[in-house]
């Protein structure tokens, strides 16, 4: 395979630099994973895996948030996972008008389901983080707070990828509250 799965630097954005002590801190961890998995999401491969009836793949990820510099403290830890489910429809709606297109891939997200309908969205939808984390600013205390955060994602074997892991981190942001 060409190059190895990665993930890209983890970009870390809070809606706002202060808070008060009753507040609640809402960050976005913005980031995507860029390589050999990526290229090989593709519709030739995921109609070639859907024919031979391999036809759900789990991505596990997770992102862990910390505060402090040389100790770090945990504010947040996810664990959790998305799904691409591959299946066979003469659905009018999903009609590519480029070709014949029948397998098609469903992304379940926090239990919830996307169609797309080009490569690209799919890749997108599966493959590129923006998740919200919230933290309630009580927890970090009065005082200015550098916080961070580090990503892993696995996967397994499949027709058309090998098993694999991805990890990345941020560089740190901070919040003031007051």
């Given at each position: 395979m060409g190059s190895a799965?990665?993930?890209?630097?983890?970009i870390l954005t809070?809606?706002?630099?202060?808070?008060?002590?009753?507040?609640?801190?809402?960050i976005t961890a913005s980031f995507?994973?860029?390589?050999?998995?990526?290229?090989?999401?593709n519709e030739k491969n995921w109609t070639e895996a859907y024919n031979k009836?391999?036809?759900?793949?789990?991505?596990?990820?997770g992102i862990k948030v910390t505060s402090g510099g040389f100790r770090k403290k945990e504010l947040k830890?996810?664990?959790?996972?998305?799904?691409?489910?591959f299946f066979w429809t003469r659905n009018p709606k999903l009609v590519n008008p480029m070709k014949e297109k029948r397998?098609?891939?469903q992304v379940a997200k926090n239990f919830e389901p996307f169609i797309k309908l080009t490569e690209d969205e799919v890749k997108?939808?599966?493959?590129?983080f923006n998740e919200k984390i919230t933290i309630k600013a009580s927890e970090l205390g009065s005082g200015k707070h550098k916080i961070s955060a580090e990503a892993w994602t696995s996967w397994q074997k499949h027709l058309w990828t090998d098993s694999g892991d991805a990890k990345g981190s941020s560089q740190e942001i901070e919040v003031t509250v007051n």
């Open positions: 799965t990665t993930l890209t630097e983890i809070a809606d706002k630099p202060e808070y008060s002590l009753s507040d609640d801190i809402v995507q994973i860029k390589g050999d998995l990526r290229d090989a999401l009836y391999d036809n759900l793949f789990k991505l596990k990820y830890d996810i664990d959790t996972y998305r799904k691409a489910s397998v098609w891939v997108s939808e599966l493959l590129d």
